[in-house]
């Protein structure tokens, strides 16, 4: 199974700054997914990007981005001009090509300071 | 807006009664996912379906836990009997594989309390 790690327990922003959450993975797969999720404190899921590890460009949606730098197995979201609706958990996940399970990191909690 | 529903949204119930929580998976999409989130162990997986097969639960306790998926549009999670270290909120989320992977969408959750 993948180890999914996330050293933050809490990160603060100030508001239209750029904010980096730290993701590390441990897998022998060659070939696996990276996921970030987004948890309001609604409490629901949100799917936010995706890197495949054989991806040469690292992922953007948005003001979402990922850092993927696959020789030190991290994923890093990077969020541009954060905006206060931004404060949420974020978990990253990890699955393996063909197994299709997903497995998450223990979060971080964002805190968009006006 | 395609999202998965879950049911229900929240359920208090006794020690060693039966709890069923129901899924409806976005149409078309072949993969069901059952996962746990707890304060002390995050989200855990609990088990996985593809085109309605179990593929993994060896995330859940067997003794008590059961997952099916009796058609394409229903997924359940029971657990008989419920102790209070079941309490958490259950999530399921569907997705479809797409280039070896899959991207999940995630039901609002079933929060459970155990008293």
């Known amino acids: 199974a993948q180890k999914i790690t996330q050293t933050q327990p809490g990160m603060f922003v100030q508001e239209k700054e750029a904010v980096t959450l730290d993701c590390t993975y441990d897998?022998?797969?060659?070939?696996?997914?990276l996921f970030w999720y987004k948890q309001p404190s609604s409490g629901e899921m949100i799917f936010l990007i995706y890197?495949?590890?054989?991806?040469?460009q690292n992922a953007t949606e948005g003001r979402y981005s990922l850092n993927f730098q696959k020789a030190r197995k991290s994923a890093n979201l990077v969020i541009s001009a954060s905006q206060l609706g931004d404060s949420a958990m974020y978990f990253c996940a990890s699955d393996q090509t063909g197994a299709n399970n997903l497995f998450f990191g223990t979060g971080t909690r964002l805190t968009v300071i006006p | 807006d395609a999202r998965v529903t879950q049911t229900p949204r929240h359920k208090v119930t006794e020690m060693g009664q039966e709890v069923t929580m129901r899924c409806q998976p976005i149409?078309?999409?072949?993969?069901v996912f059952w996962y746990r989130q707890t304060m002390m162990q995050g989200l855990e997986l609990l088990a996985y379906f593809r085109n309605r097969a179990p593929l993994d639960d060896s995330g859940m306790p067997k003794d008590r836990f059961s997952a099916e998926m009796p058609d394409a549009t229903l997924a359940t999670l029971k657990i008989q009997p419920s102790e209070p270290r079941d309490s958490a909120v259950y999530f399921c989320?569907?997705?479809?594989?797409?280039?070896?992977?899959?991207?999940?969408?995630f039901g609002q959750g079933t929060r459970l309390t155990v008293v």
């Open positions: 149409l078309g999409h072949n993969t």
């Open positions: 897998t022998s797969d060659p070939s696996y997914g």
């Open positions: 890197q495949g590890s054989y991806d040469q």
């Open positions: 989320a569907s997705g479809r594989v797409t280039g070896g992977h899959t991207e999940a969408f």
